[in-house]
């Protein structure tokens, strides 16, 4: 009974900044400043007119335990279909409430302080603990674990958020905090395929190649997201990275269809929902408009857009290609079937 345009908004995760319409584009993204965390009353009148399937909560939008669980209650009861709300709690320095003061949750060093003790069990208790305390506020996904190797000594994005720099490892420590997260009831976001732990640049700013060929990619790179397709992870985060000797189109994997379609779907045969990395980030944000971006996305195989630079002009591009039959109906009601079954899955949908 959905209409297209809830169906549209189906397939967007947006930062809860992109519902005040006193706020710039720039300062939606800003990582550190101009946060809202109350929901007003023009929120609430834009998330009318562009509902939103999830979204995703930063260290700006959080100032105490008492506040982050009434904006997290208030964002779920002002949508029409429950969202996912989802936060980037690796553990380590990427970890949106353990670093917010007035928390008093269980800090991690960093994952690869975790892959150093070679024990998955610890890895395990990682994902039930930071779990644990996200379902006490609220939240339904952790764009976690991260499975990236950490091969490149020049990468400047993933560092000690991997693991470590052995597959098997990576790919054992992977499968067990997506257990630990299960186990309390929290969806789990393998990230960010085809993996980013090879490469030099840093996807934020900048386009970024990975120089491996797919057979390479295969032997390293890929067995983490293997392990995790076979944990059952919830979802899989394809970066902006473009894998120039895997495929033809010349795209950032989150807009290529060699790479979504044929290689993750069609060949590892992944069958969850996929979503892309932040399409605010340069890599994208430079080179495509939000609207051209998601479209791009969804025609590849993606079924969430996680948060677009301008979500209003993102959400009517795809509204507007699935009028005009750019992205068809079919497409659009399989990616939101996906969506709403693991919602269902997770008691969401009531």
């Known amino acids: 009974n959905m209409s297209t345009a809830d169906k549209v908004g189906q397939l967007f995760i947006i930062r809860p900044d992109s519902l005040d319409p006193s706020l710039t584009d720039e300062q939606i993204s800003n990582a550190t400043k101009y946060g809202v965390t109350a929901l007003t009353d023009e929120m609430k009148a834009t998330l009318q007119e562009y509902p939103a399937g999830g979204f995703a909560v930063f260290g700006k939008n959080i100032t ?29 320095s990427v970890s949106r409430i353990a670093n917010s003061k007035g928390f008093n949750v269980t800090k991690y060093k960093s994952m690869a302080a975790v892959g150093s003790t070679g024990d998955f069990e610890n890895a395990e208790s990682v994902g039930k603990t930071i779990g644990a305390y996200l379902k006490q506020y609220g939240f339904d996904l952790d764009f976690a674990p991260v499975c990236d190797v950490n091969t490149n000594p020049d990468n400047i994005v993933i560092g000690d958020r991997s693991f470590g720099s052995d597959p098997g490892l990576v790919a054992g420590m992977v499968s067990a ?10 969806m789990s976001c393998a990230k960010h395929f085809p993996g980013h732990g090879d490469t030099k640049g840093d996807t934020h700013y900048e386009f970024v190649y990975v120089e491996k060929t797919w057979d390479e990619l295969l032997d390293c790179e890929i067995i983490p997201f293997t392990a995790a397709m076979d944990a059952d992870t ?113 008691g969401l949908l009531g």
Do not use: C, W
């Open 177 to 186: 905090e997506i257990k630990g997260l299960h186990e309390s009831g929290i």
């Open 64 to 92: 105490s335990p008492e506040q982050l669980k009434s904006f997290v209650s208030d964002l779920k009861n002002a949508s029409i279909v429950a969202p996912v709300m989802g936060i980037d709690e690796e553990g380590g």
């Open 234 to 346: 919830d979802m899989i985060m394809v970066a902006h990275i473009a894998a120039r000797n895997v495929t033809d189109d010349g795209l950032p994997s989150s807009m290529s269809k060699e790479m979504i379609t044929d290689r993750l779907r069609g060949e590892l045969g992944y069958k969850g929902v996929v979503i892309t990395d932040s399409m605010a980030m340069g890599a994208v944000a430079d080179k495509y408009s939000p609207a051209e971006a998601a479209v791009k996305s969804i025609q590849a195989g993606a079924d969430i857009i996680l948060m677009p630079e301008d979500y209003k002009a993102a959400f009517q591009g795809v509204l507007d290609a699935v009028n005009n039959g750019t992205i068809s109906q079919e497409r659009l009601d399989e990616s939101v079937l996906r969506i709403l079954n693991l919602k269902q899955q997770y």
